[in-house]
């Protein structure tokens, strides 16, 4: 059964302290591992995709990672505007649905 | 980029009655258009794939009797959910893709609420 895992659930951090949010999936058929970033009461806004082991995609103060197994959004010196909950998702080939993760919410404090 | 609109953004309806969310891609043609409905603090659980000029696929679960997708042209699809009852209560997200090489649009989603 496809699925997708997030981890940890909910993170604080101090502005400036770095650190990394954890996708683990079994998706058949992988066809894109997608991070989105969604704000209370909005809906997703798209960050990156990535397609295959190895591939790094970088945004600001973002970059996303990916293995065979997991991928990583690295958040490097934050700031309180990159509180957010960050989703993951993996798109099956098999099924063509996106497959969501239950998220990670970042609090950044100043 | 792609943007994907959603109306309303809000809407509270008595019980019994029906509501209608429209999903609009702007700047691209979207043959197919997803929607997905989310409870608070979990995440997004798909719904339904509206498909154009055809009927919507259902996910196991779905009533698509209460969940009622038309997909009429190439830029818009919507969602009645009919003789709402509170549990109907969530946020509702349309989303559509412009290429196949891109990324998932979503829309702002709905906040459905019924008293």
């Known amino acids: 059964e496809d699925q997708v895992t997030q981890s940890p659930e909910a993170l604080r951090l101090q502005e400036g302290e770095s650190s990394s949010l954890n996708c683990s999936y079994t998706?058949?058929?992988?066809?894109?591992l997608f991070w989105y970033r969604q704000d209370p009461g909005k809906g997703p806004e798209f960050l990156f995709t990535?397609?295959?082991a190895g591939e790094e995609k970088e945004k600001e103060r973002l970059k996303a990672t990916l293995t065979k197994k997991e991928s990583f959004l690295h958040i490097t010196a934050p700031k309180p505007e990159d509180s957010a909950t960050y989703l993951c998702?993996?798109?099956?080939?098999?099924?063509?649905?996106?497959?969501f993760g239950q998220g990670t919410t970042l609090q950044v404090k100043p | 980029g792609a943007v994907v609109s959603q109306h309303p953004s809000r809407v509270i309806c008595k019980s019994g009655t029906s509501v209608k969310i429209e999903c609009r891609s702007l700047?691209?043609?979207?043959?197919?258009m997803f929607w997905y409905r989310q409870f608070p603090k979990q995440s997004l659980m798909l719904m339904a794939t509206?498909?154009?000029?055809?009927?919507?696929?259902?996910e196991q679960g779905v009533e698509k009797d209460k969940f009622l997708i038309n997909h009429a042209s190439l830029t818009l699809s919507t969602l009645t959910v009919t003789s709402a009852h509170p549990e109907d209560s969530s946020f509702y997200i349309c989303?559509?893709?412009?290429?196949?090489?891109?990324?998932?649009?979503f829309g702002s989603g709905t906040r459905l609420t019924v008293v």
């Open positions: 989303s559509a893709r412009e290429r196949v090489d891109y990324g998932y649009t």
């Open positions: 998706v058949s058929g992988l066809r894109g």
């Open positions: 990535l397609y295959s």
């Open positions: 998702a993996g798109h099956s080939g098999n099924t063509g649905k996106l497959i």
């Open positions: 700047d691209f043609q979207a043959t197919t």
């Open positions: 509206s498909n154009e000029g055809s009927k919507a696929t259902y």
